[in-house]
């Protein structure tokens, strides 16, 4: 088991910056599958970013790629997101997954089931 928690949401203004980081707990952060997703008001949950655990490749979704940076620290078992640019669309409450560690296509990585590991989300809302 692995335990997430999230931390770093808040209000920002557009075309603003701000980071989140989920730190972990319990078993081996390494071996993780590491992703964000976010879910908006009356919304579904969707993708927004993934990271491996071997090599680190990282996925997108397209509505926020060049915007936003996944990144991990084994090290620290702690999970990143820097998200610069940010539109008002972005507002939303954020959540970090982790699933189990392998290769995976872009659309495969992408898909919440893949996750079994959830953190309880943090809010970011952007300003317009």
């Known amino acids: 088991q692995v335990q997430l928690v999230e931390s770093g949401g808040g209000l920002v203004q557009a075309g603003g910056s701000l980071s989140l980081s989920c730190s972990a707990s319990g078993r081996t952060f390494s071996s993780y599958t590491l992703g964000w997703f976010r879910q908006a008001p009356g919304k579904e949950r969707e993708f927004v970013a993934a990271i491996t655990w071997i090599g680190g490749h990282t996925y997108y979704a397209d509505s926020v790629k060049g915007r936003f940076t996944i990144s991990r620290n084994n090290a620290m078992n702690t999970l990143y997101l820097h998200m610069s640019s940010l539109k008002p669309e972005d507002t939303a409450a954020y959540f970090c997954?982790?699933?189990?560690?392998?290769?995976?296509?872009?659309?495969?990585?992408?898909?919440?089931?893949?996750?079994?590991?959830w953190g309880q989300g943090t809010q970011v809302t952007v300003s317009s």
């Open positions: 997954a982790a699933g189990p560690g392998g290769a995976y296509s872009p659309g495969r990585i992408s898909i919440e089931g893949l996750y079994d590991h």
